[in-house]
């Protein structure tokens, strides 16, 4: 860092994107700090209500997943529309999705980057920043500013970030809105979620037994503007012909189905992740999963690049690789809330869909999308586990058993020897990559695809997903390691440290 610097990296939003790509830049002993607003870490609102298997894997690999398990509730399926997909054949140790609302996920991690250190100034709002050439300075609404070398916006869907940077936002326009509250209620409701041709409705009692969870789609669209009481109270009898005398909010707000995603995540020295890179209809709940893995890809990239060990280009792979996924899930989110719109002919169409969707290969595909376990970055032709996630084996190593996953606690990439052949040559890398000599005698079972073959090594990026796979030679490994994890020093010490230069993105306005 240097003196005219706060801090290596300022992450704007403590929300779960900003608190997960907080915990990878702390693991990797990267200095940060994270500005939020708010006055402390309490969500006042339950707000989302859960996470899939693919991020619930993405904290076990940090070993911290059982801490969001034990105040959670398992469903060994996930949903399309108003389908339920089986996935406890799904090849993973966690074949099903987590109930959790988002206010005990945002404490739980609240909790986890206390325990690592991590910087959170709470009551700090961003106005805005300047960029130069070293760096950028973030100017705080209230006052100050503060300097760093790269900024990233982690600050929700209306992201100051995103806009400062002159990130387009591109997307579909809302048709639909929704209130969503937590309130009292001196009648008692009906059970269960009703449909209708506005759309979705549901009145759900929450764990103190008091309050209640209501979403009512709204007869107009109405995307802006503060949701009152009295809003609510029109919805509520305009579907079900009464209110049930409903009183005491303590959480009101309105949502659409908006859906947009950022043209580019990175502009220079400026990032975006979570729902400032990407919003959407809630419907199938991939909000927080997606914040998350997004604050999971960067983190290693960008610590990296800011120790010097890799160039500047290592984190325009982090586009390259989350705005397909992203893509991906919005589309997903649409035809979800399509199919909430139930006149006569959508639920015929519903119908239709449901029946396909149970049906084996259907039914793998989609549960493989939901959950996020099917993802596959784009790292070029080869075997099956390039670009996608590397399951969580049981090995036998010299020192005993070991779960792949423990192998990725403390974020460093492994290089994972599973053959008879000799080892893998990474001499230039011993300080940076993990070698392990193990042995697993399972099968290679991928989601959604079956058995793929085994491989003899396998090298195994900090975020969980494959560089390179061996097959019974190096072939390629120097190429991988340099890619992912920089250039490499002949006599064996790590390389020395790169000094680039990011592009320079639009200029702040
Ligand atoms: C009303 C509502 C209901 C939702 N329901 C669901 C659901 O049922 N299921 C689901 O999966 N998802 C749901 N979502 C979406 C889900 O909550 C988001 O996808 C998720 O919170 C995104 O996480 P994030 O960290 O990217 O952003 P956020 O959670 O939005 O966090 C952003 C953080 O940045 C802070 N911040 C913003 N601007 C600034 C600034 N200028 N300076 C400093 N700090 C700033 C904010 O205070 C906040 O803490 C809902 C969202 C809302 C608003």
């Known amino acids: 860092m240097s003196a005219r610097e706060d801090a290596a990296v300022v992450i704007v939003g403590a929300g779960p994107a900003g608190m997960m790509l907080s915990a990878e830049l702390a693991l990797a002993g990267v200095d940060a700090v994270v500005l939020e607003r708010r006055p402390d870490h309490v969500l006042a609102d339950s707000r989302a209500g859960g996470i899939h298997a693919r991020t619930i894997e993405l904290l076990d690999q940090r070993g911290v997943a059982d801490r969001f398990l034990a105040e959670g509730r398992t469903v060994q399926a996930a949903m399309f529309g108003a389908t339920t997909l089986d996935m406890s054949d799904f090849p993973t140790r966690h074949p099903y ?79 639909r809105s929704n209130l969503i509250a937590e309130v009292q209620l001196t009648e008692q409701p009906p059970s269960g979620m009703r449909q209708d041709a506005r759309g979705v409705h549901a009145l759900h009692p929450m764990e103190d037994g008091v309050t209640y969870r209501v979403v009512v789609t709204e007869s107009d669209l109405e995307a802006s503007g503060e949701a009152t ?69 960067l983190g290693w990239k960008l610590a990296q690049v800011v120790k010097g060990t890799s160039p500047d280009r290592l984190l325009d792979t982090y586009h390259a690789e989350r705005h397909p996924v992203a893509a991906r899930a919005l589309r997903y989110t649409m035809a979800q809330g399509a199919l909430q719109r139930s006149d006569d002919r959508m639920a015929a169409l519903s ?91 399972g099968r290679w079972e991928l989601p959604v695809l079956g058995t793929v073959d085994a491989p003899t090594a396998v090298l195994v990026r900090p975020d969980g997903y494959v560089a390179w796979v061996g097959e019974g030679d190096d072939a390629g490994l120097p190429e991988a390691l340099i890619t992912w994890f920089g250039p490499g020093d002949a006599d064996g010490r790590p390389g020395g440290a790169i000094r680039s230069e990011p592009r320079r993105g639009p200029t702040h306005h």
């Open 351 to 441: 119908d239709v869909v449901g029946q396909l969707a149970v049906m084996d290969e259907p039914r793998r595909l989609l549960a493989g999308l939901v959950s996020g376990l099917d993802i596959r970055y784009d790292l070029g032709e080869g075997h099956p586990l390039l670009g996608r996630r590397m399951p969580d084996l049981d090995l036998d190593t010299g020192g005993g058993k070991l779960r792949m996953f423990e192998l990725l606690r403390s974020a460093r990439p492994v290089l994972l020897h599973l053959g008879a052949a000799s080892a893998p040559d990474v001499a230039g890398w011993v300080e940076r990559v993990q070698v392990v000599e193990a042995a697993y005698h």
């Open 229 to 297: 009481l009295a809003d609510l109270r029109r919805s509520l009898v305009s579907v079900y012909g009464t209110d049930f005398g409903v009183h005491t909010p303590t959480w009101l707000s309105r949502f659409t189905d908006a859906t947009r995603q950022a043209a580019t995540y990175r502009s220079g020295r400026v990032l975006i992740a979570g729902d400032a890179a990407h919003v959407h209809y809630p419907a199938g709940g991939q909000g927080v999963g997606l914040g998350l893995q997004d604050a999971a890809n």
């Open 97 to 175: 999705s987590l109930g959790i609302w988002q206010k005990h996920i945002e404490r739980i991690l609240a909790g986890w980057i206390a325990e690592l250190g991590v910087k959170v100034s709470h009551g700090h709002q961003v106005a805005g920043f300047d960029l130069d050439d070293d760096g950028v300075t973030v100017r705080i609404a209230h006052g100050g500013s503060l300097r760093a070398r790269y900024l990233v916006g982690c600050d929700g869907g209306r992201s100051v970030v995103r806009k400062g940077a002159g990130i387009e936002f591109p997307g579909w326009d809302a048709t």
